[in-house]
């Protein structure tokens, strides 16, 4: 099969700068986009059936599964309300481990303490493992930006580092992307250890091999590996990472300086809280009894072991999470074990994919974590993709109440307190999406409802005024509603007048002066 390379670059090129305009545009425009990809919708529709059928699978037993969600609630829990003391504890074991530990309170601190880490050490290749805290954090490109190459290793985060886009799936990355695109992908942008295209195949495991030959040798002369982290365990001071591919293992142990990062809240107290964790994490995202590696990390290679790294530094990232475990009703949103079973079980998600969210969490997952770790003002609208169904509460392994979640912030997105933005217990951007107009329209409905003349004037003036409602004015004013629903038409007469044509209501005053009369 001939395939023209310079014109398969130049399309691919075009595809990726139409990718990064379409995350500069607003939400609801790269909803409707997707919406109108047939593709793309069949795509997640299949993928999302597929992940629900496999975990329904290794749960067949309803009680099971509820007394093995209560262990793990009960667990992240208890590893929540004893967060700072754990941390502190975390820090002396792997310290004593001869870990070095970093804290970082922001993004951009995160980024410059990795930097000068590999800086010192005269790194100047990184493989990384998959992590969502660096996806979080922006770190591949601080660090190319930096002249410092940094090449993904698990084989959907190579994809989507290639095609130049963002993972659309905390789990599965490139979800998005069919075989056929992905053999224009590697044939086009991948090359070999030699500097030669990679042959252009669909075939499944032509493609994972070719990606492999190339990982291996990038894994052969990397300076320096970077992981993210599922669990921390702060009694052995122990850092642990589930995988399939192979990869995370290649990545903490071949180069000589391995840096993990990950986020405060994924500490455990005990090995014994492991196990359920690791239970829930592997069923709820994969349908998988176990995953095929569980590495576990306490430390740098000793004197006379062949194999790990001469250092290992570990960066804990705050970047919002003390505000989210300071508030007293958003709290539950840390215990997420990042397992993306609520996007697999969320319809919203199913129909629009991960990249309308524009976020690196999408989902409902994304909808409770973003908007509190970037603000509400530049990321509450995406709270209205949510139907408040009940699905992704239901399958969250951890029983986080996302869906009450959600309807928090949605309250706080148009909370009229604009109170003190920097206050820990606050969520940023508080009251962002609150309008005058909308507003008013609130208190009028409020105050309406109040006062009974009023209401009955208000119902007397839209039932004969109904007509009004199928103006090109009233189409405008209504439009934030109707863009999505019908728009709403009002009865020809109201329930008291139908209520009182049919003599309902001479019964109830009757009634109610026969019961006066008996108290009298």
Not at 262 to 270: A, L, M, R, S, Y
Not at 314 to 324: A, E, P, T
Not at 475 to 481: I, M, Q, Y
């Amino acid at each position: 099969m001939h395939i023209n390379i310079e014109q398969l670059q130049q399309e691919l090129n075009v595809e990726q700068r139409e990718f990064n305009e379409l995350q500069q545009r607003h939400f609801k425009v790269r909803a409707k986009m997707a919406l109108e990809n047939e593709a793309l919708r069949k795509s997640f529709r299949g993928a999302s059936d597929f992940l629900m059928g496999k975990r329904k699978a290794v749960f067949p037993d309803e009680g099971a599964l509820s007394a093995l969600r209560d262990r793990g609630e009960a667990i992240r829990q208890h590893s929540l309300a004893n967060l700072p003391e754990l941390l502190e504890r975390l820090e002396k074991n792997l310290t004593a481990n001869g870990v070095q530990v970093h804290w970082a309170e922001t993004a951009d601190e995160a980024c410059t303490i990795i930097h000068d880490i590999l800086t010192a050490n005269n790194a100047r290749t990184v493989v990384k493992g998959k992590s969502m805290v660096t996806e979080e954090i922006e770190l591949n490109h601080f660090l190319e930006a930096r002249g410092i190459e940094c090449l993904e290793s698990d084989m959907g985060e190579y994809l989507v580092q290639l095609a130049g886009e963002t993972p659309s799936h905390i789990i599965m990355p490139a979800i998005h992307k069919n075989k056929a695109q992905i053999a224009r992908l590697m044939h086009a942008r991948a090359q070999t250890s030699d500097g030669s295209q990679v042959p252009y195949t669909e075939d499944v495991d032509e493609l994972i091999g070719n990606a492999r030959a190339i990982l291996r040798d990038k894994f052969m002369r990397a300076d320096a590996g970077i992981s993210g982290v599922n669990m921390a365990v702060a009694n052995t001071g122990t850092l642990c990472l589930v995988e399939n591919e192979g990869n995370g293992r290649m990545t903490t142990t071949m180069p000589k300086l391995h840096i993990a990062v990950t986020g405060i809240e994924k500490v455990v107290e005990d090995f014994s809280h492991v196990p359920e964790l690791l239970t829930l994490l592997t069923r709820s995202a994969t349908g998988q009894k176990i995953s095929t590696y569980f590495n576990m990390i306490s430390g740098p290679k000793k004197a006379g072991e062949l194999d790990g790294p001469e250092q290992v530094h570990l960066v804990l990232v705050d970047n919002g999470r003390s505000r989210i475990f300071s508030h007293p009703t958003l709290k539950p949103t840390l215990q997420c074990i990042r397992c993306g079973a609520c996007m697999n079980h969320c319809p919203v998600y199913a129909r629009v994919g991960g990249h309308a969210y524009g976020s690196t969490y999408p989902g409902p997952i994304g909808q409770v974590v973003t908007p509190q770790i970037a603000g509400l003002e530049k990321h509450g609208d995406m709270l209205s993709a949510c139907s408040l169904n009940g699905a992704c509460g239901e399958a969250c392994p951890v029983r986080i109440p996302l869906p009450e979640l959600i309807r928090e912030l949605r309250a706080e997105a148009v909370s009229p307190q604009f109170t003190d933005a920097t206050a820990v217990q606050e969520v940023m951007g508080r009251g962002a999406k609150r309008t005058l107009g909308e507003s008013l329209i609130w208190r009028g409905w409020a105050l309406t409802h109040r006062f009974a003349p009023l209401y009955r004037i208000m119902t007397t003036a839209m039932t004969r005024g109904r007509g009004l409602f199928r103006s090109k004015a009233a189409a405008a004013l209504l439009s934030p509603w109707t863009d999505s629903r019908s728009t709403p038409q009002p009865a020809r007469r109201s329930l008291h007048e139908l209520a009182k044509a049919r003599g309902v209501a001479g019964q109830y005053q009757n009634n109610t002066a026969d019961k006066r009369g008996d108290n009298a």
